[in-house]
């Protein structure tokens, strides 16, 4: 019938680590960078 409506579910899940979410120029990735460097 036309007048059903039928729901289309669609499950997706994404994966995202920190990396991806800060940019490689930003302040807290070259503090991040120098605490590695010195062990903190």
């Known amino acids: ?3 059903e ?3 289309i579910q669609r499950d997706q ?3 995202i680590t920190l990396d ?3 940019p ?3 302040l807290v990735r ?3 960078i ?3 460097r010195i062990g903190v």
């Open 5 to 7: 409506h039928h729901s």
């Open 24 to 26: 490689a120029n930003q």
């Open 1 to 3: 019938m036309l007048s």
């Open 34 to 36: 120098k605490e590695r």
């Open 30 to 32: 070259k503090i991040s």
């Open 13 to 15: 899940l994404e994966m």
């Open 20 to 22: 991806q979410l800060v």
